[in-house]
Every structure is written in structure tokens, then in C-alpha cells.
């Protein structure tokens, strides 16, 4: 949250003239969607407390969070899209609050002072739906109710079709969740579970994420679930989870995560979180979401090797080191399908990566996009991801060697793990680190910000 500086109350915050776009309580100033996120206010942690009913996708929420005002906040946002609120308090007191869009607006008895942390407590229930995105060809993220079951693939604005939060991936946080529900349900969240606790109402799972994670990344599954641990050779366990009936084969490349962490971890360094896993989903996609520690596969996702590997590379590009700002998404889909491209070459050779890398080069140059440092909101999950986006770190690979290249992704990882970062920022830091530094930036700007792609 640097980015609000020093300007405060809301008339100045307007007037400064920032990079960004100016922060307002509505949203944090994100130039692709200025209305996600809520400026002056930094999340530190998140207490999703649900009884969900999975047969008629009915939730009763309780969310408990704990921010801090980063100036004075008469008022504060958070993002939420549909649902009925029925209570919110603020420091134990009740506040008003209305509704704009996918705004919630929170008046506090009292002005919460600059810097003072606070606890607010939102009581809500309703139908949860996903939520339309310009970027995603699908009918909306967030939340998936699908037969009795319910998956979370939240990229990039999803999580406030579920619950209110500030929904910008530079403001993470700490979650705990409390997960009722009636059996033969099972409920799965991000991170550890902690406890399972018997009540009249049901089953209550609870799971813990202590390490920051940014809202998209919230993942939940609730269904008829079966589970599998399969230990690591160095006491680590891979944790899976799919619906009961589905056949071994639909999620045979996740029984590999243990494999290819450890093969990942000797190019970027240590895993950064402490689960390792993933979930099956009945979803009919072929897509999968890197969900921290956790990622959710598409039903027919969970058998293919490369795409276990682009989102577990996510665990350290993406999900530890996060865009900052929406357009920077290369530093998350350009380093996690290159992360694809580097298990490709370790399991099947290196015929197999110039294979990956003349397919995208023939691709990128066919589909002239636009660069992988701007792709525009319509194309972040497109060419300039996943096809310009690893060939820049290709040619960057061929022009520093392979010892200096891992090194550089290491020490990027190390520098920047639990924060965010912009595309300009690793463009600076590689250029630093380099023995030809002009020579290494201005390849780097010509991969990332040219209209048309190098060599063509
Ligand atoms: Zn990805």
C-alpha cells in the first residue's frame, strides 16, 4: 500500500499526482480496474467464518477482519457484490453502512484515527455468483456452485462475489476460515487444517493461511470430497483433494506436485508456503487457478503435467511475489509458464523446451499481440502471458547464462517474497544485477513493452 504515500485525507489523496492513478475510498487507484480495492486502509487479517449448504448454494457469513486506517477514514469501502448484509460492526459498535455497485460503504460511530488498527465484523447471508470480468471468457470468477458442490477460482476480482473484503492483490493478508457443513460434506480451504469440530449444525473444518496471501488467491471447495496425502521423501506431504467418484486418471499430474516442487525448488529456491496440494474440481474446464498452497483444477486440468507445473510455479511468481498493480501480470504469468517450460525440459529434455519455445515464438508473432508489460485488460490472460510472457524470460536466459539466470530468479524470489512487485521493478533489479547492465535493460524493455515483438 505505498502507493497512498504520505497525501492524506481524501481531498489531497485526490490531488497528488500519482503512477498509479489516485487512490479514492471506492478503489485503490488500479489503472485496468480503478474500482477494485479500497484506498486507505490496510487489511491484516481475515476471519471467514461460513455455514454454507452446498444442495441450494446457500452461505451465512460471518467475516471478521482486522485493518489498519492508513489516514483518517470517516467512512471506509470494502467490495462486495450482492448478498444481504444484516449487521456491521466496528471496534464492537454498530455502524451504518449502504450499498453502491460492488461498494460497501461502512460509517463507524466514530472516525477511525490515521494509524489505529480496528476490527470490524460483517454478518451476511444470500446466494453467492460469480462475477463478470472483462479479462475471463467465462460467464463469471469467484464463486462456482456446480450440482451439490462449490469451487473458488477468483482471478481477478471474484472473491467479493463472496465475501467483503478488499479486493486488490496489493493489500494481503492472514486468513483463518471456519467451514460448517452438513455431512456427506467436506469443506477444504487454503492453508492448514487445524481442527474439526462436531456441532448440531454439522461439521465445522478449520483451516489456517498465516502467510500473506491476496484475495484472489482465497480458495474454497465444499462437496462430497475424498482426500489423499502422499508423503515427500523429505517428511513434506503433497495433500489432494477431488470429488469422491472422480477416477485416478483426472488427477494422476497432481499426484506429481511432491515431484515437481522439489525439482522447482532447485531453480527459484525454497517453496514459500507451507502446504503443498491441490484440488480436483467436477468443474467442466480446462482451466486450473493457482490458489496459495492449493491451486483448483478444471475437471479435465487435473491430468496434464505442464499445467501442475505453471501453477505450482505460481507458489513463488504470482502468489509470494504478487502483481502490484493488474498490468503488471507478467511477473505472475510470464515467470509461472515459463516455470511449465523448465519442467518440460527437466522431465522430457531439452528437445521438449525449444519445442515450447519455437511453438510460442510462431504463436506470438501469428497472433501479433500486445506486449507482455501492457497487455490491456482483454489480453492479461492471453498471447502476452503465456506466450511473449516466458519467451522474454527465454531470451533473457540466452543472454546472461544459465548459472546468472537462476541465480537472478533466486535472488528476485528472496527480494520480493510475501510483497509485490511491478514489471519496471524486475526490469531494474535484473539490469542491476547484470555485467552488461544497459545491455540487459534494454532487451528486457524491447521483450516486455514493444508493440511488435523482437526479431519480427
Ligand atoms: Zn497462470
Not at 145 to 170: K, M, R, T, Y
Not at 217 to 228: H, P
Amino acid at each position: 500500500m505505498g502507493f497512498v504515500g504520505g497525501c492524506e485525507p481524501w481531498a489531497v489523496v485526490l490531488a497528488c499526482a500519482l503512477a498509479w492513478g489516485d487512490p479514492s475510498p471506492s478503489g485503490v487507484g488500479d489503472p485496468y480496474y480503478p474500482d477494485y480495492g479500497n484506498g486507505g486502509m490496510d487489511v491484516l487479517r481475515y476471519d471467514l467464518d461460513f455455514t454454507i449448504e452446498p444442495s441450494d448454494n446457500a452461505l451465512r457469513g460471518v467475516v471478521s477482519l482486522r485493518m489498519r486506517a492508513l489516514q483518517e477514514l470517516p467512512l471506509f469501502h470494502l467490495d462486495l457484490i450482492g448478498m444481504d448484509v444484516d449487521a456491521i460492526e466496528v471496534e464492537g459498535v454498530d455502524a451504518s453502512f449502504t450499498r453502491e455497485a460492488r461498494e460497501l460503504v461502512i460509517t463507524p460511530a466514530r472516525a477511525i484515527p490515521a494509524d489505529a488498527e480496528v476490527d470490524v465484523v460483517v454478518r451476511y447471508h444470500g446466494e453467492p455468483e460469480g462475477v463478470p470480468d472483462p479479462a475471463v471468457p467465462i460467464e463469471g470468477v469467484g464463486w462456482f456452485w456446480h450440482g451439490d458442490s462449490i469451487w473458488v477460482l477468483s482471478e481477478p476480482g471474484g472473491s467479493a462475489g463472496f465475501f467483503p473484503c478488499n479486493d486488490h492483490p496489493s493489500d494481503k493478508a492472514a486468513y483463518t476460515f471456519d467451514l460448517t457443513v452438513a455431512a456427506p460434506y467436506v469443506a477444504v480451504a487454503n492453508g492448514t487444517l487445524t481442527a474439526t469440530t462436531e456441532s448440531e449444525r454439522g461439521v465445522t473444518y478449520s483451516w489456517s493461511a498465516p502467510e500473506p496471501m491476496a484475495t484472489y488467491l482465497v480458495t474454497l471447495a465444499v462437496g462430497e470430497l475424498g482426500e489423499k496425502r502422499i508423503p515427500m521423501a523429505d517428511g513434506r506431504e503433497v495433500v489432494l483433494h477431488f470429488p469422491k467418484d472422480a477416477p485416478e486418471k483426472r488427477y494422476a499430474a497432481l499426484e506429481r506436485s511432491g515431484e515437481i516442487v522439489t525439482f522447482l525448488e532447485t531453480k527459484f529456491g525454497p517453496y514459500p508456503f507451507a502446504t503443498i496440494g491441490g484440488v480436483l474440481s467436477s468443474l467442466p474446464i480446462g482451466a486450473a487457478l493457482e490458489t496459495q498452497g492449493r491451486p483448483v483444477y478444471g475437471q479435465s486440468a487435473g491430468a496434464s503435467e505442464s499445467t501442475v507445473a505453471h501453477e505450482l510455479a505460481h507458489q513463488w511468481f504470482g502468489n509470494s511475489v504478487t502483481v502490484a498493480r493488474w498490468q503488471d501480470i507478467w511477473v505472475s504469468e510470464g515467470f509461472a509458464e515459463y516455470g511449465s517450460w523448465l519442467w518440460s525440459e527437466h522431465a522430457h529434455g531439452r528437445a521438449a523446451y525449444d519445442r515450447e519455445v519455437a511453438g510460442a515464438r510462431t504463436f506470438a508473432k501469428r497472433a501479433r499481440s500486445r506486449p507482455s508489460g501492457d497487455p490491456g485488460v482483454k489480453q492479461m490472460f492471453g498471447v502476452p502471458s503465456y506466450q511473449r510472457g516466458p519467451l522474454v524470460l527465454h531470451e533473457l536466459r540466452e543472454s546472461l547464462g544459465d548459472e546468472a539466470f537462476f541465480a537472478l530468479l533466486r535472488a528476485w524470489h528472496e527480494a520480493k517474497k510475501y510483497s509485490n512487485a511491478t514489471v519496471d521493478e524486475f526490469v531494474e533489479f535484473a539490469a542491476a544485477r547484470s555485467p552488461h547492465e544497459a545491455a540487459t535493460r534494454a532487451l528486457l524493455r524491447a521483450w516486455l513493452f514493444d508493440t511488435v515483438m523482437p526479431g519480427n
